[in-house]
T-cell receptor, first 117, second 112 residues
Framework: DTGVSQDPRHKITKRGQNVTFRCDPI?????LYWYRQTLGQGPEFLTY????????KSRLLSDRFSAERPKGSFSTLEIQRTEQGDSAMYLC???????????????FGNGTRLTVT | DQQVKQNSPSLSVQEGRISILNCDYT??????FLWYKKYPAEGPTFLIS?????DKNEDGRFTVFLNKSAKHLSLHIVPSQPGDSAVYFC???????????FGQGTTLQVKP
């Protein structure tokens, strides 16, 4: 169990540029989640996948955001035409097929910190 | 609409004493609750959870209490250790999606 891996750890970009983040979940986990965390707040749900199917998207996920999990393994989160308000920590998590409770809690990666200048 | 609230941004306790972190929620559909701990520059780490059918769950030094009528849960850490110093997040979920709603976090400082 190597844990959830996210790449890059940090990304600085200029407003209007596109960025893409990658997440590699724990290998046996079929569920993958993206969250966003801003300073002084808890993580906010963005979207989640069960295998390769994207099952839910938050209203926070504007049409500039797109997430994929093409083979049900790693996932990418792309932000197009970045804005300064997109600056945040983007967290990926994975879990087994349970409900996310004690039997199958979400395991988080260390996040990608995005700064839009 | 903050469905999960942690009203204390910070808490400071002496090593060896009890730390009590509180969390309130508004959505009666939540059927499980979790606590996560977060160190700087790391992702949140799962600590302990509780189902809505229980009122207490214990794991070593960590105990979570749930009061459904008050829509309130708390995390007790006893005895507190300096290594427990971190940000603690309360989270709640409903159904089987695994999607969690997090509180704003409470920063715990345990002084030696």
């Amino acid at each position: 169990d190597t844990g959830v891996s996210q790449d890059p750890r940090h990304k600085i970009t200029k407003r209007g540029q596109n960025v893409t983040f990658r997440c590699d979940p724990i290998s046996e986990h079929n569920r993958l989640y993206w969250y966003r965390q801003t300073l002084g707040q808890g993580p906010e749900f963005l979207t989640y996948f069960q295998n390769e199917a994207q099952l839910e998207k938050s209203r926070l996920l504007s049409d500039r955001f797109s997430a994929e999990r093409p083979k049900g393994s790693f996932s990418t989160l792309e932000i197009q035409r970045t804005e300064q308000g997109d600056s945040a920590m983007y967290l990926c998590a994975s879990s087994g097929p349970g409900t996310g409770n004690n039997d199958s809690p979400l395991h988080f990666g260390n996040g990608t910190r995005l700064t839009v200048t | 609409d903050q469905q999960v609230k942690q009203n204390s941004p910070s808490l400071s306790v002496q090593e060896g004493r009890i730390s009590i972190l509180n969390c309130d929620y508004t959505n009666s559909m939540f059927d499980y609750f979790l606590w996560y701990k977060k160190y700087p520059a790391e992702g949140p780490t799962f600590l302990i959870s509780i189902s809505s059918i229980k009122d207490k769950n214990e794991d070593g030094r960590f105990t979570v209490f749930l009061n459904k009528s008050a829509k309130h849960l708390s995390l007790h850490i006893v005895p507190s250790q300096p290594g427990d110093s971190a940000v603690y997040f309360c989270a709640a979920g409903a159904g089987n999606t695994g999607k969690l709603i997090f509180g704003q976090g409470t920063t715990l400082q345990v002084k030696p």
